[in-house]
T-cell receptor, first 110, second 118 residues
Framework: QSALTQPASVSGSPGQSITISCSGT?????????VSWYQQYPGKAPKLMIY???ERPSGVSNRFSGSKSGNTASLTISGLQTEDEADYYC??????????FGGGTKVTVL | QVQLVESGGGVVQSGRSLRLSCAAS????????MHWVRQAPGKGLEWVAD??????????ADSVKGRFTISRDNSRNTLYLQMDNLRVDDTAVYHC?????FGSGSDWGQGTLVTVSS
């Protein structure tokens, strides 16, 4: 149950687009469509932003989008806003019915 | 609205036990799988365990298997995590989360802090 691999930090200017990668294996990310993305502010509970690779829960801005290719999933934030500055985590369901998270990516809006 | 409220955290010595609870409201608790996810101070999220809606199917992270037990009481709309033989590295904020779709947590509680001292 090794953690998924995310970059430690990603930054961008307001209005730009950024992409966060999430690298796994054929036993997790590459195995199914059950990849999720979460946003977390310091001291707060995580918030689901994307599920099933590219689905957005009700109320989540369409500036957030997800995709997957092989063993790597990606979260793209378009039209970056100051409020997007937070930590982002990916997760995946695995072939042994467990869940594995990525190490997290700190997004900084310059 | 969906509400998840964890309780039962505290300071405990290594080797001792603790039971966490998660009181759920605002949705059909018996119809959803539930997760426990923890976050050590200054660290990332770590999935701990989940339990399916039927209450009989459970899965655990290797780090807690054999020491932690997840359970639920659908009549009380409550999720539990029995933590035995606690270790210092179990120190974390423990969140419960409602499952939306095979491992995605659609709603989360604010968490309860567990501190294990040596």
């Amino acid at each position: 149950q090794s953690a998924l691999t995310q970059p430690a930090s990603v930054s961008g200017s307001p209005g730009q687009s950024i992409t966060i990668s999430c690298s796994g294996t054929s036993g997790d990310v590459g195995a199914n469509k059950y990849v999720s993305w979460y946003q977390q502010y310091p001291g707060k509970a995580p918030k689901l932003m994307i599920y099933e690779v590219s689905e957005r829960p009700s109320g989540v801005s369409n500036r957030f989008s997800g995709s997957k290719s092989g063993n790597t999933a990606s979260l793209t934030i378009s039209g970056l806003q100051t409020e997007d500055e937070a930590d982002y985590y990916c997760s995946s369901y695995t072939t042994i019915n467990t869940v594995v998270f990525g190490g997290g990516t700190k997004v900084t809006v310059l | 609205q969906v509400q998840l409220v964890e309780s039962g955290g505290g300071v405990v010595q290594s080797g001792r036990s603790l039971r966490l609870s998660c009181a759920a409201s605002g949705f059909s608790f018996s119809g959803h799988g539930m997760h426990w996810v923890r976050q050590a101070p200054g660290k990332g999220l770590e999935w701990v365990a989940d339990i399916w809606a039927n209450g009989f199917t459970t899965y655990y992270a290797d780090s807690v298997k054999g020491r932690f037990t997840i359970s639920r009481d659908n009549s009380r709309n409550t999720l539990y995590l029995q933590m035995d033989n606690l270790r210092v590295d179990d120190t974390a904020v423990y969140h419960c989360a409602r499952d939306l779709s095979f491992g995605s947590g659609s709603d989360w509680g604010q968490g309860t802090l567990v501190t294990v001292s040596s």
